[in-house]
């Protein structure tokens, strides 16, 4: 009832072979393709706007800039994934992918414990040098509990999006 284009979805349906929404009655056949041949709306309706820069950019003080996302074991917040045993094997605790540059030029080796500092608070976490991060660049997976990196990030929101600016935080990391 609260998703009319599941409606005719039900446990039986689903476990006698499977059936695709959208299949809004319990005589629908389901949809085998949800697009096929054209799309409700036209090919796509686009919006032009103006490039804003981040809120926040690296200064003297904050010179990198540290970016959040979702790690590949792991699923949104880890409340879930997090107590499954054989993927605390794979990844047992969180990780600040570093670029060797700018690990070389703080002094922190492959494992080191680091703290990353930004305008709102600080965590520690483990050092992964990595040239997957570019230089002046860290990644922190969002999360693991162990490192609460959105106490980091900033609470400006995009103007058309409106949705939180958390993948552009200026920090600093050192030993």
Known sequence: SVTPSFG????????????????PTKEHPGTKFLHNGAFPRGKGRFSAVDFLGPKEIPSEEYPLIMTTGRGLFHYHTGSMSERVKDIKRVVPESVVEINPADAGSRGVADGDMVTIKSRRGEIRIKARI?????EGVVFVPY???DAAVNTLTQSAHDPVAKIPELK????????
Do not use: F, H, M
């Open 143 to 145: 999360l693991l509990g």
């Open 168 to 175: 552009v935080t200026a920090v600093t990391v050192s030993k």
């Open 130 to 134: 990595t040239s997957r991060s570019p």
């Open 8 to 23: 005719g979805i039900s446990y039986d349906r689903l476990n006698n072979g499977g059936i695709q929404w959208p299949c």
